[in-house]
C-alpha cells in the first residue's frame, strides 16, 4: 500500500513538473511570436518570483502548519542583497547570466540566515502569536533596509547604516568611478535589469524539486508529523523546533532567490514594494491555491498575479472586480457541492485520499 501511494505522489510530482514545462514553452512561443500584450510581458519575470515565494510560503503555511506574516521580508532580503551582488560583480563578470545566478545564490543564503536568527526565537511560539512576530520581524526587516545606504567602487563595497538619516550617498566615500547602489529610502536605483524569464522559470522548478522532494523525503514526514500532533510527534522523539526550523530556513532561502530575481528586473526598486500588504497577497496566494497543494499556489500566484493588470481598462473599478474575484473563489472553494461535484469527475482523487485515510 505505500509504495502504491509512494507511485502515486511520484506521478503527481511529475504532472506538476510537466505542467510548468508546458506553460513555460507556451508562453515563450506566444512572446516570441508577439502574442503576449507588452503589459502582461512585462509581468513574466514578476509572476515567477511570485510563484516561487507562494511556494516557499506554502512549506511554512500548508505544510509545516504555521502561520508567517512577514514572508515579504526575506524577500527584500534577497533582493537588495542580490541587487548588490550583481552590480559589485558587473566588471568582474561580464555576463548577465552568471552574475544573475549569483545573485540568487547570495540572496537565498543571506535570507536563509536570516531566517536561521529569526527563527531561534519566533519558533518558540505557535499560532497568533508566531503570525503577530512574524509580521513585526518582517516590518523591522523592512525598516533596516531602508536605513542601508550601499555603494561599491575599485576598493570594494562602502556601506552606511543612515539611523539617525542626516547621512547621504556623498558619506560613503565614493571615488568617481564608484556607484551608489542603495540610496536608504530611495531605495536600489539605476540597477541593471538582468532577470530573465528563462530564469525565472528554472527557478520555479527548482522551488518544486526543493519542496517536493522535501515533502516526500524522511524530515518531511516529521515535518507534518510535527503539524498534525506536536505532543505526539514528541514522544516519539522527534525534535518540533529542528523540523519547524529546517521548514522556515528553506522558505527563507528560497524567498530570498525569488527577491533577488524579482530585484534584478527593476532599474529601481524601493523598500515599499515589500511591505505588510505583500506579506498578506503572497498568504492569499496560498490559500486560495490550497494548504500544501502546490500546484494550486503556482495557479493562483499567476492568475492573481495577471488579473490586476487585465482589470486595468475598468480603471477605477478594477481593484472593486479583482475583490470580488477573490470572494467568489473563496466561496467557491469551500462550497461542499461543488468539491463532491469534482470528485465525481475526477474519481481518481476520491478514492486516492480513501487509501491514504486507509493507510494512516
Known sequence: MLQVLKSKKTRHDL???????LAFLVVSFMQANHMIPRMIAGQLVPICAYVVMAISLNLVVGVAGDLSLGHAGFMSVGAYTGIVAAMSLSE????????????????AASAALAGF???IPVLRLSGDYLAIVTLAFGEIIKEIVTCLIVGVDE???????????KLTVDDLGLTEAGTAIIKGAQG???TDTISTFFMGFVLVMVALVIVLNLVRSRTGRAILAVRDNRIAAESVGISTTRYRMIAFVVSAALAGAAGALFGNSFSQLSATKFDFNTSILILVFVVLGGLGNMRGSIVAATVLTILPEALRQFSDYRMLVYAIVLILVMIISNNSTIKDFVARIVPS????????SADA
Do not use: C, Q, W
Open 349 to 356: 482523487r476520491k478514492s486516492g485520499k480513501k487509501e491514504v
Open 92 to 107: 568582474a563578470v561580464p555576463n548577465d547570466s552568471v552574475r544573475l545566478v549569483i545573485a540568487l545564490m547570495v540572496g
Open 15 to 21: 504532472v506538476t513538473y510537466g505542467l510548468v514545462v
Open 188 to 190: 536600489a536605483s539605476g
Open 117 to 119: 536568527l529569526i527563527g
Open 155 to 165: 576598493n570594494g563595497l562602502h556601506v552606511l547604516f543612515n539611523l539617525t538619516g
